[in-house]
């Protein structure tokens, strides 16, 4: 037994008392003499003296008994995994002739001692009395009589661990509950051969110098035709007990977890079906056994490393006779001290403890494939060159101790052997043929044996192992600790963080105005003329109210009411008052809100402001926008992303740290935060930015995707995988809860001879979401897709009626989307170019990714940004292998086309877009770009119905624009007017809108609006020398419109 240092040098005496016994019942009808013996770790401690007391009466025992814990005796790792059992013993009536006592055993009780390693100095407990079966209290139990029990204090005079030890010790439990899948040829005992018994094995250090092997050999083989019930109880790692419910650790349970969740094999939809029928139908081994392990800190952080070392670690399984692990020891003579020691079925799991490291992380659970044992394997996989319990049965023969895998329990491990190149591969009797050099089946995927083990020591083919593998057995194994082994930082420690680097700011003070501000005026107004009105009521009645007194009868209240009213008609205050009141009631009624563009509209306009290059116009929107509401973070982060499109990323991290100060938990805010800081090299900051995050909503994909990213770059492997799987793990529920769909929208051009009513229909639109935008966000092409650092490539959508920071970060886009291309969508969106790239280049490692139409879409998006036009179009004819029918690729290809001057293309593109069935998933673009050629072509007719669509559909200064062009071209000179005034009302600072305004004017012959167009048109700098030169000559021709004539 290994020794630990827990109790110090020292030893600590454990007292345990038997105070009472409870509803007590024995072979007797009337009276019951019995006794209780107690046992610790194999020792028995003393028994009490033997008391006759009435049958279902209390019994006080009064009995001490003790034990001293210490590094030579008792250990803590002992008090963690044996309790003492106490066992109520019958002294039976002498029968004649009869010289000893005749006993017997009622029952036994199990007391855990494992508060003690909690700090605890004493505790009680009245503890179950499991009856032995067929004795009285077995009888009474089954009749539903009330159980018995003991009632039992434990102390120490002072604490086994100090305060110091406690904090950084730690609790190991290792349960192994079932092997389902097992051989076919294992059949349940029967008078044909000797009884089995099944012993699982893994080796684990406890402290920094030693190691333990825990041995788990009481394996039960059932047959199949049910389920092993869940809920079922945990047992004691102890041989067979006289009591059989004694074998139960009290309060532990092995629950039903989902498939989706376990940490081991098998768990993808394929293996469902396997797996509910091995469960099921299939002869499976139950263990259902925990083993706890007591950790120093030495020994906490020595697993810690190994793990870190290999993170897999090998339990081995085996099946062997109960007889005897041996047969005499002439064998080992003959072989020269090899011993010919049987493995039988000797197999092997191989468990990834690298979760464990996880921060946070605490457990680990799940179902993992046995392969026959192979040194080889055991060497690749776990660094190991030792076979646990090879080793354990040799230490066993040579202590004559052939019955020691016959109950559970532990052993002392061989010093650990990593792999130091020196290894040299046993052998097992039963493993007859040689092993072929590739033997794909039987061991992990990865194995390659024969670079490893040398040629005259090549191991033998493990025949009955190997049949682990043909019948795809698994066995379930969980191991616990009670601490994390990697701390990890709380919500309110990394909020504190946070809040350190970009403090709190106060909210903006409100202050009201327009028709909120007149209402409180008026209000303000009639709470003064009530309390002068007030003040004249109490010159002519005194105090209006006193106390106790009795209220006016309604004649005196009638009587005063019109003195009052003479007297403040008399005196003039009463048309004063009047006159004050009517005053602010109109200006109340009359200060209504202007009909303002909203912050959607706004956003909507800053982003097609970007899509025409017009970054100044753009800046401006993003500044009214914050005018409206400096203290939204939302308008910051807007602000911030038109920064990173700049490339000004210094301004954009003030942006985002200022959304921040707003908002700490505004996630959008803090990713890119954490995404500038990484770029700016400030590692610290950036994990404290993105860790934040994780916190804020832990079920975010994108932010845990982001977390992964860093981590990697970090090269922390460990911190790595743990954020890919928890995004995996939520975008998967995710798309189990709310499955998203495409909506599919036709926006169907009007007939030629609505133009009338479509043109007075869109003067009453208002900015609308982006249905397209929403449903399907996980490709996002057209506007989005032409941001860069040229004219026409910074607009990113229509109109949002939510946060666009927010849109990636929601529920997942697609089904068959991955953690990185949902990941990518969001940094595309806010021009996070380099992380994107990173998050790209995950994407082809991904299994579930690779070179899939949406890889390309996304890649050709980043290059497009980057105005890599030729290699955008390669992308983009690798994405139409996949998906010749996607829109969005389409839009896309005619976005390049349009960017590079190639209009023709553009326009053949374009309009495939526009005839699909299902739309692009932003159409914006695609009619602004469309219409425009189709004005520079001179199909004016196609452009207005082009640009009708876009009015319908997402409104703004450049559609109604566009189409008050197209109208006047065809000389529809008042449909003309209408658009052009709508254009004017959402942006009166375009010069173009005011020259064809004066355009229009001059030709509907009115002097005086012509003559005003044409001058704000100068003074807003028109810059189409064509439009000009036309303005000039109907000038000329009409003789008036400009103020030099």
């Not at 202007?594 to 017009?614: S, T, Y």
């Not at 950036?686 to 860790?691: G, K, S």
Request: net charge negative.
């Amino acid at each position: 037994m290994e020794q630990f240092r827990g109790a110090g040098d020292k030893a600590v005496p454990v007292k345990i008392t038997v105070l009472r016994g409870n509803n007590l019942r024995g072979n007797k009808a009337e009276s019951l003499l019995n006794y209780v013996r107690a046992e610790f770790n194999g020792i028995m401690l003393g028994d009490s003296q033997k008391l006759d007391a009435a049958v279902d009466q209390g019994v006080d025992y009064n009995f001490t008994c003790s034990f001293e814990c210490s590094d030579a005796g008792h250990t803590l790792d002992d008090m963690a995994h044996k309790p003492v059992i106490l066992t109520v013993i019958e002294i039976l009536p002498k029968e004649k002739k009869q010289k000893e006592e005749k006993t017997a055993v009622i029952g036994q009780a199990i007391v855990d001692l494992i508060p003690l390693l909690h700090g605890q100095v004493s505790f009680s407990s009245t503890v179950l009395l499991h009856p032995t079966p067929g004795s009285p209290a077995d009888a009474a139990s089954q009749e539903g009589s009330c159980k018995p029990s003991l009632d039992v204090t434990v102390c120490v005079p002072e604490p086994l661990l100090s305060g110091v030890q406690l904090s950084e010790s730690n609790l190991l439990k290792v349960t192994v509950e079932t092997a389902y899948s097992v051989p076919e040829v294992w059949n349940p005992v029967s008078g044909s051969g000797p009884p089995c018994s099944y012993v699982a094995a893994l080796q684990v250090p406890l402290t920094a110098e030693k190691e333990q092997v825990l041995l788990f050999s009481n394996g039960l083989l059932k047959v199949g035709g049910e389920i092993e019930p869940m809920g079922r109880p945990r047992k004691w790692p102890l041989g067979p007990l006289l009591a059989s419910g004694a074998q139960f650790i009290p309060g532990v349970s092995i629950e039903a977890e989902p498939i989706e969740m376990e940490d081991g094999d098998l768990t993808s939809i394929e293996d469902r079906d396997f797996r509910n029928e091995a469960e099921t139908n299939k002869k499976r081994v139950s263990w259902d056994t925990e083993r706890r392990c007591f950790l120093d800190a030495d020994g906490a952080a020595c697993l810690t490393r190994r793990i870190a070392e290999s993170r897999l670690w090998p339990v081995e399984v085996m099946r062997s006779p109960q007889v005897g692990a041996t047969k005499g020891g002439k064998a080992g003579k003959d072989k020269g001290g090899e011993d010919e020691t049987q493995l039988s079925f000797h197999g092997v799991a191989y468990v990834d403890m690298a979760p464990l490291l996880y921060p946070g992380a605490r457990r680990i659970r799940g179902a993992y494939r046995l392969y026959p044992f192979y040194d080889s394997d055991l060497l690749v996989k776990a660094k190991r060159n030792i076979s646990v319990l090879r080793e354990s049965i040799r230490a066993s023969a040579t202590q004559g101790r052939g019955r020691a895998l016959s109950s559970v329990g532990s052993c002392k491990a061989a010093p650990s052997k990593m792999f130091d190149g020196g290894h040299k591969g046993g052998k097992d009797t039963k493993e007859s043929p040689k092993r072929p050099g590739t033997q794909g089946k039987s061991a992990p995927v990865g194995t390659d044996s024969v670079t490893l083990v040398e040629p005259e020591q090549q191991q033998q083919v493990n025949i009955e192992g190997q049949m682990y593998a043909d019948s795809r057995t698994y066995i379930i194994i969980e191991i616990a600790f009670e601490k994390s082994l990697v701390p990890k930082r709380s919500p309110e420690e990394l909020a504190k963080r946070v809040m350190e680097l970009i403090p709190a700011r106060a909210p903006l003070p409100r202050r009201p105005a327009g028709a909120e501000r007149a209402v409180q005026e008026y209000q303000a107004q009639i709470a003064s003329v009530a309390g002068q009105v007030l003040e004249q009521y109490q010159q002519l009645f005194g105090p209006a109210f006193l106390p106790g007194e009795k209220p006016l009868d309604p004649t005196s209240q009638e009587q005063r009411k019109t003195k009052l009213l003479g007297e403040l008609n008399y005196s003039g205050k009463y048309f004063a008052f009047k006159e004050q009141i009517k005053t602010l009631s109109v200006d109340a009624q009359e200060t209504q809100p202007r009909p303002l563009v909203d912050c959607a509209q706004l956003i909507h306009f800053a982003k097609e402001a970007q899509l025409n290059g017009d970054y100044q116009l753009a800046a401006q929107y993003y500044q009214e926008q914050l005018t409206r509401d400096r203290s939204d973070p939302a308008h910051w982060f807007d602000y911030g992303v038109f920064y990173m499109l700049t490339a000004d990323y210094q301004k954009a991290e003030e942006c985002f740290h200022y959304a921040v100060s707003m908002e700490q938990t505004h996630l959008p805010s803090l990713l890119m935060c954490g995404i500038l800081a990484e770029m700016g090299g400030r590692l610290e900051e950036a994990e404290t930015f993105f860790e934040g995050a994780t916190c804020v909503d832990p079920s975010n994909v994108v932010a845990w995707t982001l977390f992964g990213l860093f981590n990697e770059g970090q090269e922390n492997s460990i911190q790595t995988e743990m954020a890919f799987l928890e995004a995996t793990k939520q975008l998967r529920a995710a798309l189990v809860v709310t499955p998203p769909c495409r909506v599919e929208t036709g926006v169907e051009p009007p007939a030629l001879g609505e133009e009338e009513q479509e043109v007075a229909s869109c003067e009453s639109l208002t900015i609308k979401p982006d249905v397209e935008g929403d449903t399907e966000a996980s490709v996002v092409t057209g506007s989005q897709s032409c941001q860069g650092s040229k004219p026409g490539e910074g607009y990113k959508g229509g109109a949002e009626a939510e946060p666009s920071a927010m849109r990636h970060l929601a529920t997942p886009t697609r089904l068959n989307t991955t953690i990185y291309m949902e990941t990518v969508q969001f940094l595309l969106q806010n021009n996070a170019l380099q992380m994107a790239q990173r998050a790209l280049a995950q994407e082809l490692l991904c299994p579930e990714g690779g070179l899939s139409s949406s890889y390309h879409l996304a890649l050709a998006r980043l290059q497009l940004l980057r105005a890599e036009y030729s290699s955008a179009e390669s992308s983009l004819k690798e994405a139409l292998n996949d998906s010749f029918q996607d829109p969005d690729v389409w839009a896309l290809f005619g976005h390049i086309h349009h960017l590079t001057g190639e209009f023709g293309k553009a326009q053949e593109c374009y309009e495939r877009t526009l005839d699909f069935v299902t739309d692009a998933t932003d159409t914006h673009p695609i009619y602004l770009r469309l219409g425009s050629i189709y004005l520079q072509e001179g199909e004016f007719q196609r452009a207005k119905m082009t640009y009708l669509r876009a009015c319908k559909s997402t409104p703004s200064c450049l559609t109604w624009l566009g189409l008050g062009i197209a109208c006047y071209r065809l000389g529809e000179l008042t449909e003309a007017e209408d658009a052009l005034t709508e254009a004017n009302t959402l942006n009166n600072g375009n010069a173009e809108v005011w020259g064809y305004l004066s355009l229009v004017s001059l030709q509907t012959g009115r002097r005086l609006e012509a003559e005003q167009s044409y001058k704000y048109a100068l003074k807003l700098n028109l810059q189409k020398e064509a439009v000009l030169c036309e303005i000039k000559a109907l000038q000329d021709h009409v003789g008036f419109g400009n103020p030099c004539f």
